[in-house]
């Protein structure tokens, strides 16, 4: 069968890779999240901070992590993946014992900014691609992925145990030996491919920039994720600040996380199964960043009161998970064909680029305006978001297939292209030569898989 999709399950190296390089990329951002409950706190008696350079500290690293990561994915085309993933491992790990010996606040600025330095999200994606076929590609990209909200989580929760345990010192030791344990998983865990070949649906290529650059569509989903983990990042500038005011010991600081991500969890799961079996996508997504919002500005009013706070964060992050869960999807829909791994390596690096500003620029409103000018600021992004977001187009049901092709099916690409297009469901077709392969753009509600079979079996 020449389709991508596939019966067949994994086989054991694909369950390998799939559980390695998501351990892998768990580890690494788990280290970047478990200071992210408590360093504010500890900040305040740091030699040198200011509210500001306390944000700095925090959004650091999605500055080095969005100026680097598609150049360190670039780069794993060259060299190999696996060095390039040990590489960076590396950085982080450096860059967390600068920060775990620092006597003041600019030096663990330096060790956070090394820490995104490691920016191995491309490359480990890459790897993935390596070493999978692509029937099992998505799977193996969903288990990787789904590490980020499950390391954000466990984080929340785990963060003030530890800070109450070790400290915010200890904290990055931690990170430290995550980072090692990490590159041992490359280093013997994760298989080696045999060779490395680029991948248009998992990483960037150079060529398709221009294209995605110039997709509104896309760039609405960039500023969208960029908006989301500002708001994030700014958040937990002024959450644990306001919590340990209102007469929550920082030790228990865990007990208020801990249900907030439960309901946050729960609380998506009836939006995203409206949005993707009801076809209510664009009500949900804009109804989800109008809560964010709202939220915000009920924050900004009425925080100063436990449950106040406890109940406005706990609705922040059932739109905050929502909206994480259905950028990707869209994203995916989105991208042309042949630019799937470009318009997602763009999509990353806008949001770390969102993590950074929204740590410089929710430490200088809080800085300048006070702590629960914070939320204001959230609230204003939000409504950026909306007004931008309000004019996009009601996504499709769309999926993407991937075709090798026979050498008899080469002889004339631009025919075949035109002749793939006119099949039932496909909404875009793209033949690459030189690959071997034509990636295709499909309504899944119309795709009719034996159509594309026949004109690629006997091309006319």
Known sequence: MQHSESDAGMTAAERRTALGLAGVYGFRMLGLFLILPVFALFAEDLPGATPFLTGLAIGIYGLTQAILQI??????????????????????????????????????????????????????????????????????????GMTIGASFMLAMIVGPALNAWIGVPGIFWVTAGLAMLGMAMIAW?????????????????????????????????????????LMLTSLFLAVPLVLRDVGVAPEDHALVYLPIMLIAIVGMVPFVIVAEKKGRMKEIFLGAVGTLGLTQ????????????????????????????????????????????????????TSQFAGAFVGGALGGWVHQHEGVM?????????????????????????????LLHLPQAALADPARLAHELRSAPGVVEAVVVPEEGVAYLKVDRDRYESAAVDAIVGAPA
């Open 189 to 229: 865990v994760v298989p080696t491919p045999m060779r490395s070949t680029v991948h248009r649906d998992a990483e960037p290529v150079p060529a398709m920039f221009r294209r995605v650059l110039a997709n509104l569509e896309l760039l609405r989903l960039d500023l969208g994720i960029f908006s989301l983990h």
């Open 297 to 348: 500005l009920a924050l900004w009013r009425f925080g100063h009161g436990f449950w106040p706070l406890v109940l406005g964060v706990a609705v922040f992050f059932v739109a905050f998970n929502l909206l994480e869960a259905i950028l990707p999807s869209l994203v995916s829909k989105t991208a042309p064909a042949d630019a799937k791994g470009t318009a997602m390596g763009v999509y990353s």
């Open 373 to 401: 000018a914070v939320f204001l600021l959230g609230s204003m992004v939000a409504l950026v978001w909306l007004l931008t977001a309000a004019g996009m187009r009601r996504p499709g049901r769309y999926g993407s297939e």
């Open 71 to 144: 150049p360190f994915g670039l780069l794993s085309d060259r060299i190999g993946r696996k060095p390039v993933i040990l590489g960076g491992l590396a950085l982080f790990a450096i860059g967390s014992l600068v920060a775990a010996n620092a006597s003041e606040i600019h030096w663990i600025i330096i060790g956070r900014a090394l820490q995104g330095s490691g920016a191995v999200a491309a490359a480990i994606m890459a790897l993935a691609a390596d070493l999978t076929r692509e029937e099992q590609r998505t799977k193996v990209m969903a288990t990787i």
